[in-house]
């Protein structure tokens, strides 16, 4: 029996058929990963400018994803394509109804509020039901074009939707970002969003047309296309997706942690994470399976030498190694994904899988390894499960030759390299927390106090960054060390500025509370600290609060909601002494924030920025933000003192008065800028421009 080619009707009403599906799935795809770091972006200085923004955020995606996912599954296999249609387009009314997206002031966060809950529960108020209806748009519509398209493969529409967030996470930082404030994003996309939800609708109306006779021959179609998947293979769909989950989320946290907490650096892990899967689900040419588990290797052993290196190794160099390893990780997992697939019948079912991989990888590195971990062992975590999944697909490859066990000598070579490796994880995540007396992690970090080996003198740490030193006798413990000594800017200006008189003085950056030991009965210090273990340990395990004489407050949240919300508080000295770590919180440097510390200074107020970075030069940075307060900016050094325990340290002081010369003179030196002002605002920062 010759069967009967379409006629040109049928062709044309089937590419038809495919450019709407087709167009809907990209705009889905393109406005799912838009509003990704639109809204991140946009609650990000609320939050204290953390990585753990990010990671709270992309936990928040996954988890709705997966919901996304479950939904399209069930209502694909538990409802008829009729109902189908009508539940969607109901919910993507009532999503239209709620828009815009813009998340409104009374969502900042107090004191007392859970920074990961607050994030939570503020975006699926704002974006909730929109993010959910697009999460479910990629594997629904697949399905209802599997219906409408018997024999058309509907994977190809999947790598089109990656195609579709690849281009959103591209433009966001080069085009949306510095084109448009936050606001304008969010009225922008929301309008994306009904326009979307106009496609959807449209690609709905071909089930509602369909008779019963034709839907049930193309399920049937859709059905006949190969053996269902077994539950090993289930468990290895879950599996793949949770480990690149996990490398995607610990690989952001590292290099956020290491640089800055930019929409750039969260995008370029996504993009590589993403670009895996177009290429991958785009056919079976770009995916090798020997290629890539070889390189995925080599990369191991790059990543683990440049956690074990850290700040030996040049910041450019450290990202472009962890971002290799993130891709042929990617790749490894993803490629077996695509080789893995199923039919369309059991299309959904996949998609749900990894979603489910995702979600956990999410909940994993946002909310459980934080309460579990000391330290930032979720990298350790996800290299640890890439050795170990790589030996199972061959494990369970009837074509291999390490098929169930065989072939002793390279199963004995790959568990010695796996415990080789291990090795050197392990050597990483205990010098992490090095001869620690005291340490603790939450939302903002991990911190640590810790003694020398004469046991004299002891530090609080940020990672491997000291943030303040005491020393431990009765005759040097009042002495200002580290970056706060009486040679650097800030103890120039504490003790010359106004001195002998009432001060109120302004600290953005408890660190263990150095600063205090300038105080004076007369004087009042106010120190405004985001991190509550912060000031347990500063209080349990130091002595500048407890010893100084000067009357002081801790004002607990993130400094820029408190300096908005209190009235002008008059500070002779306001420091910033939040910037000497590897990840640069820019929201506390740019013009927005500018404004706010002028407003809170008197006339002859002395604005003294702590800049000391190992990666970065953010001077040129201050003396745009003086240029645009119209005030006067010197940069001034604090030279190394080992008897005095004071260390290297650059400040740069700001006032609308010439800075007197008796406070530089007091200083080791100043210096002058070689490079021209630079200045931030809440919407765009470039850390490129200030890298050393």
Excluded at 102 to 117: C, E, F, H, I, R
Excluded at 342 to 357: D, E, I, K, N
Aim: charge should be negative; glycine fraction near 8%; aromatic fraction near 10%.
């Amino acid at each position: 029996m010759t069967s009967v080619p379409p006629t040109d009707d049928a062709s044309t009403a089937r590419r038809g058929v495919l450019l709407l599906f087709a167009a809907t799935i990209f705009c889905s795809a393109f406005l799912l990963f838009q509003v990704q770091p639109l809204i991140s972006r946009f609650i990000l200085p609320w939050f204290g400018g953390s990585p753990a923004v990010w990671s709270t955020c992309m936990l928040f995606f996954q988890v709705v994803l997966f919901a996304g996912y479950l939904y399209a599954h069930l209502t694909s296999t538990k409802l008829s394509p009729r109902w189908q249609a009508i539940v969607h387009a109901g919910l993507l009314l009532a999503a239209a109804v709620m828009l815009p997206i813009t998340p409104d002031a009374s969502w900042k966060p107090d004191a007392s509020t859970d920074p990961s809950l607050g994030i939570i529960l503020l975006l699926a108020a704002c974006v909730g039901l929109p993010y959910f209806l697009l999460s479910s748009t990629g594997p629904l519509l697949q399905r209802w074009f599997s219906l409408q398209a018997p024999g058309a493969s509907p994977y190809r529409l999947y790598a089109l939707s990656n195609v579709g967030s690849l281009l959103a996470l591209v433009s966001f930082p080069f085009v949306v970002e510095p084109a448009f404030s936050s606001p304008t994003q969010a009225e922008i996309w929301s309008w994306g969003f009904r326009g979307f939800a106009l496609f959807c609708v449209a690609c709905s109306v071909g089930l509602l047309r369909q008779s019963p006779a034709a839907v049930q021959s193309g399920s049937e179609a859709a059905a006949d296309d190969g053996p269902a998947p077994s539950w090993g293979d289930r468990l290895m769909w879950f599996g793949l997706a949770a480990v690149a989950s996990i490398m995607l989320l610990a690989t952001t946290n590292q290099v956020c942690l290491d640089v800055a907490t930019v929409p750039f650096l969260w995008i370029l892990p996504l993009t590589i994470y993403l670009l895996s899967f177009i290429l991958c689900f785009d056919g079976d040419r770009w995916y090798d399976r020997k290629t890539y588990v070889a390189l995925l290797f080599v990369s191991l052993i790059g990543v683990i030498n440049t956690l074990l290196g850290g700040v030996n190794i040049s910041i450019v160099l450290q990202v472009l190694v962890y971002l290799v390893g993130l891709f042929f990780c990617c790749m490894v997992c993803h490629g077996e994904l695509a080789a893995q697939r199923p039919g369309t019948r059991h299309l959904t079912s996949f998609y749900l899988l990894l979603a489910a991989g995702g979600a956990i990888g999410g909940l994993f590195v946002g909310m459980i390894a934080p309460h579990l971990f000391l330290g930032y062992w979720e990298m350790h975590i996800g290299l640890l499960a890439c050795m170990l999944i790589t030996p199972l697909i061959y494990f369970r490859d009837k074509a291999s030759i390490l098929y169930r066990g065989q072939s002793r000598p390279a199963w004995t070579t790959i568990v010695l390299t796996v415990c080789l490796l291990s090795v050197g994880l392990l050597r990483h995540a205990r010098a992490m927390l090095g001869e620690s007396i005291a340490v603790s992690r939450n939302f903002y970090g991990v911190l640590r106090v810790a003694e020398d080996s004469e046991q004299t003198r002891r530090g609080l740490y940020h990672g491997t960054i000291l943030h303040g030193m005491q020393f431990l006798d009765d005759e040097r413990r009042s002495i200002p060390t580290a970056y706060y000594g009486v040679r650097s800017g800030v103890g120039a200006v504490l003790q010359h500025h106004h001195n002998g008189e009432p001060r109120r003085v302004g600290i953005v950056g408890l660190g263990i509370g150095t600063l205090a030991t300038y105080g004076t009965p007369q004087d009042l210090f106010r120190c405004y600290e985001i991190n509550p273990e912060v000031v347990r340990l500063a209080e349990e395990y130091f002595t500048f609060l407890s010893d100084t004489r000067a009357e002081t407050e801790v004002v607990l949240g993130d400094a820029r909601l408190s300096l908005e919300h209190e009235p002008d508080q008059q500070y002779d000295v306001l420091v910033l002494d939040a910037f000497s770590g590897d990840a640069i919180p820019t929201h506390l440097l740019t013009r927005e924030a500018g404004n706010l510390y002028a407003r809170h200074l008197r006339d002859d107020g002395i604005l003294c920025v702590h800049v000391s970075n190992i990666h970065f030069d953010l001077r040129p940075v201050v003396l745009g933000l003086a240029e645009h307060l119209g005030m006067h900016a010197v940069s001034v050094e604090g030279a190394p003192n080992k008897e005095q325990g004071t260390q290297q340290c650059h400040w740069m002081l700001v006032s609308r008065r010439p800075i007197d010369p008796a406070i530089i003179a007091a200083t080791d030196g100043q210096h002058q800028l070689d490079n021209g002002p630079i200045l931030w605002t809440d919407y765009w920062s470039n850390l490129l421009s200030v890298l050393r």
